[in-house]
């Protein structure tokens, strides 16, 4: 049975909030079907931010070398090891998440996960593909970032998992938050038989 219920957490991040493409973004998800049933907008704490990113030793050592390797594409040696590298740009990531504020949402519907995920693009936004948020709306790149010794620009935060998008609701959204209600809209979406469509 397909998970018609299952929920996901997106963020618009400072940088989407700056270029005013908050209705953008939501135009996006609301057009495919999903449903939204909590939204709010605040600026993360550090504490927060940790806690949503909740990277390891070993998630900060791929993140250095990553960058390594990208600089190195560019032709720019980078002197610091992988974990010295990885926490520079998870420092910066902390910087960047709780420079303004961002628009956290939790959205419903059928494999929510994987269809945002879809509209979303690649972690990278010169790597997404034309029709995805990141692909259309920012020219932002590793190489750019790590160059500038930043987090990358990259205008939203989608879950990776349903396991992933669990534990991240939790951190933005208390339960008594998450609205349940019906769209009709929905009746489209799920009624296999339209039942009722001609009343």
Known sequence: MLAQKERTLVMIKPDG???????????????????????KMFIPTKKQVIEQYGPNKQEIEALGKRSI???????????????????????????????????????EGNQ????????????????????TIRGDFTIESYGIADMDGRAVRNLIHRSGSVEEAKREIKIWFEEK????YRLISESILYDVNLDGILE
Not at 117 to 125: L, M, S, Y
Not at 177 to 180: A, C, F, G, R
């Open 69 to 107: 390797d990208n600089q190195a594409k560019l032709g720019v040696e980078i002197k610091e090891t992988p974990l010295e590298q990885g926490t520079k740009i998870f420092n910066a990531m902390k910087k960047y998440m709780t420079s303004g504020p961002v628009i956290a949402m939790v959205l």
């Open 17 to 39: 909030v700056q270029r005013s493409l908050v209705g953008e973004i939501i135009s996006r998800f609301e057009r495919v079907g999903l449903k939204f049933i909590a939204m």
């Open 177 to 180: 938050e998450l609205l349940n």
């Open 112 to 131: 929510a996960v994987g269809v945002v995920r879809k509209i979303v693009g690649a972690t990278e936004p010169l790597s997404s593909d034309v029709g």
